[in-house]
């Protein structure tokens, strides 16, 4: 299977469950500007909304969209119940609830905060943002989203808080999701999913990570990750 990514964006959060489950993944960098992968294709004839991730199957067949890769990855190999349970377990209903929430209520506002199209609504954007983060934090059932037990969905709110830096959300405002963080970043497939994008933690506590190139053009510097 190929996975189309950036490193740090949406598309860390599949390469994460290709990890967590064990499964042979090829990494396939798009560069944001020519729509050009780095194995030579043009990836808008891959994927037409040109924004990753994208998964293409070992018959050629491609899946888009994060919630849904996740999911695909968990239900394709037995050891995926961990981390999506079966199809008639409330549980796994409750994982798609917070895919869907992740997806809708954090992921695509803080896009926009990423874009200065947006800048003239940033405060209201940043401003809903945190009222969801807010309901979030009291909403953690254990050591992550549903409980004890690390989820697809757990990746993907990983994924979108480590942009709360670049975004000017001060995540330790809301200890419970502060210490989320820390948890999934000290989970050994997460480290090996950071290292293979070459990340680096750059924060005091160790749980942001952004490429070097992106951490040198804002003046941060940054320490490699290691599994």
Known sequence: MKLYMHAAACSLSPHIICRELGLDIELVQVDRQTHRTSDGEDYLAINGNGYVPALMLDDGKVLTEGPAIVQFLADSVPEGAALLPEVGNIRRNEVQSYLNFITAELHKPMVLL??????SVHGEVRALISKRLAWLN?????????????????????????????????LKQWPALHGFMARVAARPKVREALQAEDLEAFDADGVYFAPHAYLASSGRTGEPVRP
């Open 114 to 119: 990423f874009s200065p199209i947006y800048s």
């Open 138 to 170: 009291g909403r953690l059932a254990g050591p992550y989203l549903t409980g004890d037990a690390f989820t697809v969905a757990d990746a993907y709110l990983f994924v979108c808080l480590n942009w709360s830096p670049w975004t000017d959300i001060d």
